[in-house]
C-alpha cells in the first residue's frame, strides 16, 4: 500500500509483533500528516518546516513536539552500536534505504518493525529512529533542489556505524560541501 501526501484521507493499518505494536496510519489534515504511533505514546508526522512541508516531527509522551536533528538519531544509532553490534544496526538500515522510495509505503514500515524485534527493550527506541530515518529519505527524495536525494542520510549513517566518525561531526558534515563532492563520496562507499 502506497499512501501520497495529497488531499484529504484517512488510511489505518495496523502491526504486530511479539515486542513492540505500533499503529502506522496516515492522516492528512491541514498538510499535516501523521505516520506512525509507537507503544510508549510517541508518534511521528510530516509538517511545515524552515524550507518545506516534509519536516519531520517527533511528539513523545509529556514532551513538546520538535524536528529531531542528525545528531540525536545518529548519537542513539551510535550508543546502539555499542550494544547490539555497528554491522548489525548498519545491516538494517541498508535493507531499510533499499526499500525507501518517495512515498511512504505500508510495507516499509512494517519491515521496520520486523527489524527492530531483535533489539529488545530497545525494540521501540529503534523502531523510532528507524522510522525517523526513513521519513527523512522519502523526505529528501521529494525535495526539489535535492541533488543526492536519500544517499545523503545514507552517508551519515555509514560514516557512523561503518567509519567510527563521531555522531556530530557527521551529522554537520555536508553542511557547505558541493553535492557532487558528495555524489563522489556516496560513490566511492558503494552508493
Known amino acids: 500500500m502506497v499512501f501520497h501526501r495529497t488531499g ?36 511521528l508526522e510530516y509538517d511545515k518546516g524552515q524550507f518545506d512541508s516534509w519536516c519531520v516531527y517527533l511528539t513523545r509522551p509529556a ?29 538494517d538500515f541498508v535493507s531499510l534505504y ?18 527492530c524485534v531483535k533489539y529488545g527493550e530497545h525494540s521501540t527506541d529503534m523502531a523510532i529512529d528507524f522510522t525517523i530515518l526513513y521519513m527523512g529519505m522519502v523526505a529528501e527524495g521529494n525535495k526539489a533542489k535535492s541533488k543526492l536525494g536519500k544517499r545523503i542520510k545514507r552517508l551519515g549513517v555509514h560514516q557512523v556505524l561503518q567509519e567510527n566518525i563521531n555522531y556530530y561531526k557527521a551529522a ?3 553542511r557547505g560541501r558541493n553535492w557532487r563532492e558528495l555524489a563522489a563520496l556516496c560513490e566511492q562507499r558503494g552508493f
Open 8 to 43: 484529504y484521507y484517512v488510511l489505518e493499518s495496523q502491526w504486530q509483533s511479539d515486542v513492540i505494536q505500533w499503529l502506522s496510519f496516515y492522516l492528512v489534515i491541514d498538510n499535516i500528516m501523521r505516520v506512525a504511533s509507537f507503544p510508549d505514546g510517541s508518534f
Open 63 to 91: 514532551a513538546q513536539r520538535y524536528a529531531p536533528r542528525d545528531y540525536q538519531y545518529f548519537r542513539r544509532l551510535s550508543e546502539m552500536a555499542a550494544i547490539y553490534g555497528a554491522q548489525t544496526i548498519y545491516d
Open 98 to 115: 533499499e526499500h525507501t522510495t518517495n512515498n511512504i509505503v505500508q510495507e516499509t514500515l512494517n519491515l521496520i518493525s520486523l527489524l
Open 172 to 174: 554537520n558534515f555536508s
